[in-house]
């Protein structure tokens, strides 16, 4: 096996496996778990969000029912999350497009459906975009969005930003960003702001090829609804649905929740 497909060498499905993206300096490991299932059908591939990892409520839980339908079933921690390497402050969407897309060309390079929550449905918008540019449209199968976070950097972050932090931003490369959620402060650097402005979405027509459905909660502090419905006015061709969670946040990982990503999934997708 060569160095651009690095693996643990073990047989046990769903084990932890690595690939290399990137040149030189920028060259980086990638973790990934990919249960084969029924090899006829599509991958789900599941995409996560900001600070979380492979092995959160909701990746584990699509996990556990795609094996139940024998579902090719792939996900992967970007660069700077859970087991893949480099640091979280290196991380730009440049990077984290780049590893979703050579995890879906070189691990399951057939038919897909994608399954992105809050950035993993900014980057599952930003890889249909890259798949489409490569004539690779056809692969796209079905798509769930969980609160996707598009424009992440520019419309929840830079614009929401006071003066102030700006200033720290454009000054001294980075601000540490307090969580919500009891990890360490996020720190958002110059670097990522900048490039992300090289990723936006909205304002022109947005592409999925697929069959989608989004997933909003009401209460979402993060992502909140305002922006889900903004993002909704600029998909185009493609048979697009919005659910509204009434009492949902921005995780949406209650059994309740989880329930209504397995059907929303089995809806796009249907077994």
């Keep these: 096996m060569g160095s651009n497909h690095l693996a643990d060498m073990t047989n046990k499905p769903g084990a932890m496996q690595m690939i290399e993206v990137g040149e030189g300096a920028a060259r980086r490991r990638i973790a990934y778990r990919f249960d084969a299932g029924d090899t006829a059908r599509p991958t789900i591939v599941w995409l996560g969000g900001l600070r979380s990892d492979m092995q959160s409520t909701k990746a584990s839980a ?4 795609c094996a139940t339908r024998a579902l090719p079933y792939l996900r ?9 390497e480099g640091t979280f402050a290196q991380g730009t969407m440049s990077r984290w497009l780049e590893e979703a897309l050579a995890i879906v060309t070189r691990v399951a390079p057939g038919p897909l459906a994608l399954v992105g929550s809050s950035l993993g449905g900014y980057v599952t918008l930003l890889l249909a975009r890259a798949l489409g540019a490569l004539g690779q ?30 200033a720290r931003i454009l000054g001294e490369g980075r601000w540490d960003l307090p969580s919500a959620y009891g990890l360490e402060p996020t720190p958002i650097t110059r670097g990522l702001i900048e490039d992300g402005r090289g990723h936006l979405l909205l304002g022109a027509p947005i592409r999925t090829f697929c069959p989608t459905i989004v997933l909003q909660g ?8 305002a922006h889900t419905l903004e993002t909704m006015k600029f998909f185009a061709s493609d048979p697009v649905t919005l659910t509204i969670v009434a009492d949902g946040d921005h995780r949406l990982s209650r059994p309740q929740d989880i329930a209504l990503l397995c059907d929303a999934l089995d809806r796009v997708y249907p077994p």
């Design 62 to 65: 699509l996990a556990e029912h």
């Design 76 to 84: 992967f921690d970007y660069s700077g999350h859970g087991a893949s």
């Design 137 to 166: 449209a056809e692969r796209l199968r079905g798509m769930v969005l969980i609160a996707p976070a598009v424009d992440m950097t520019e419309r929840l972050m830079w614009a929401a930003f006071p003066e102030a932090v700006k």
């Design 218 to 225: 009401a209460d979402d502090p993060d992502v909140p609804l």
